[in-house]
């Protein structure tokens, strides 16, 4: 009776092991795989930068074009508020971006006064920028966090130039220049270039370089560097 129980219980186990056998193998079970979010520089956006500025200032060529050109150095600091919008399509950037900076840019010299061909005399002017305004278009290239532009477009700065003193001719006198404090506006272009790196999806800093020339026959040029920080709504 031993016997028949055994061997019953071994034919059991074998055909177990039989059916175990022809089942399909289970697959272990695996997480889909976590895929890392592209960052997206699209929207529109407001900032703030802040920067250095050194150029050129033909001082003269607020009063009168019939001056011959002279220029000193002009530098100072900056900082203003940016506004812009861009859009991403693949890895590039096209936008639009509008500043206003308020400068403190000064420079003086003692200059000869040239008018019309015939030598005047000199005299001591110092100068001024109070404003620089940018519209710009902006082409970029993105690689994730970073973004590498380009930039151009039109400039709008506010100059002043005082005359102090005057050796040679009167002021005054003879239509040749008044010793006056001369302000005005001057339209001009601007370019340059710089990058910019996402810190969060919607904000980023920045470092960039623009050139900045107004006036008729460039009366002002600067080159500035500028850092800032953009928030940009969407992304």
Same mark, same amino acid.
């Given at each position: *009776?031993?016997?028949?129980?055994? *061997?019953?219980?071994? =034919?059991?186990?074998?055909?177990?092991?039989? &059916?175990?056998?022809?089942?399909?193998? !289970?697959?272990?079970?695996?997480?889909?795989?976590?895929?890392?979010?592209?960052?997206?520089?699209t929207g529109i956006y407001v900032g703030a930068n802040a920067g250095y500025?050194?150029?050129? !200032?033909?001082?003269?060529?607020? %009063?009168?074009?019939?001056?011959?050109?002279?220029?000193? /150095?002009?530098?100072? @600091? *900056?900082?203003?508020?940016?506004?812009?919008?861009? &859009? !991403?399509?693949?890895?590039?950037?096209?936008?639009?971006?509008? #500043?206003?900076?308020?400068t403190d840019m000064k420079g003086a010299g003692t200059v000869p006064v040239?008018?019309?061909?015939?030598?005047?005399?000199? =005299?001591? &002017?110092?100068?001024?920028?109070?404003?620089? #305004?940018?519209?710009?278009?902006?082409?970029?290239?993105?690689?994730?966090?970073?973004? %590498?532009?380009?930039?151009?477009?039109?400039?709008? /700065?506010?100059?002043?130039?005082? &005359?102090?003193?005057?050796?040679?001719?009167?002021?005054?006198?003879?239509?040749?220049?008044?010793?006056?404090?001369?302000?005005?506006?001057?339209?001009?272009? =601007?370019? @340059?270039?710089?990058?910019?790196?996402?810190?969060?999806?919607?904000?980023? /800093?920045?470092?960039?370089?623009?050139?900045?020339?107004?006036?008729?026959?460039? /009366?002002?040029?600067?080159? *500035?560097?500028?850092?800032?920080?953009?928030?940009?709504?969407?992304?």
């Amino acid at each position: *009776m031993r016997k028949i129980f055994a *061997m019953a219980a071994l =034919a059991a186990v074998y055909s177990a092991g039989a &059916i175990a056998a022809d089942l399909p193998t !289970q697959t272990a079970y695996r997480s889909p795989a976590v895929v890392a979010p592209v960052y997206n520089w699209t929207g529109i956006y407001v900032g703030a930068n802040a920067g250095y500025g050194s150029g050129k !200032q033909d001082p003269l060529g607020l %009063f009168s074009n019939d001056f011959a050109a002279f220029n000193y /150095t002009l530098s100072g @600091g *900056m900082i203003g508020g940016t506004l812009g919008a861009q &859009i !991403q399509s693949g890895h590039v950037v096209l936008g639009l971006e509008g #500043d206003i900076d308020w400068t403190d840019m000064k420079g003086a010299g003692t200059v000869p006064v040239v008018k019309l061909g015939a030598s005047l005399g000199s =005299a001591t &002017i110092a100068s001024k920028v109070s404003v620089i #305004d940018t519209l710009r278009t902006r082409v970029g290239y993105a690689s994730d966090n970073w973004l %590498f532009y380009g930039t151009v477009g039109v400039a709008l /700065t506010n100059d002043t130039s005082a &005359i102090s003193q005057t050796v040679g001719f009167a002021c005054n006198t003879g239509g040749v220049v008044a010793c006056v404090s001369k302000a005005d506006w001057h339209a001009g272009l =601007a370019a @340059g270039a710089g990058f910019e790196y996402g810190i969060t999806p919607n904000l980023s /800093t920045k470092l960039e370089y623009l050139w900045v020339g107004a006036g008729a026959a460039n /009366t002002l040029y600067e080159n *500035m560097v500028r850092v800032g920080v953009n928030y940009r709504f969407g992304g």
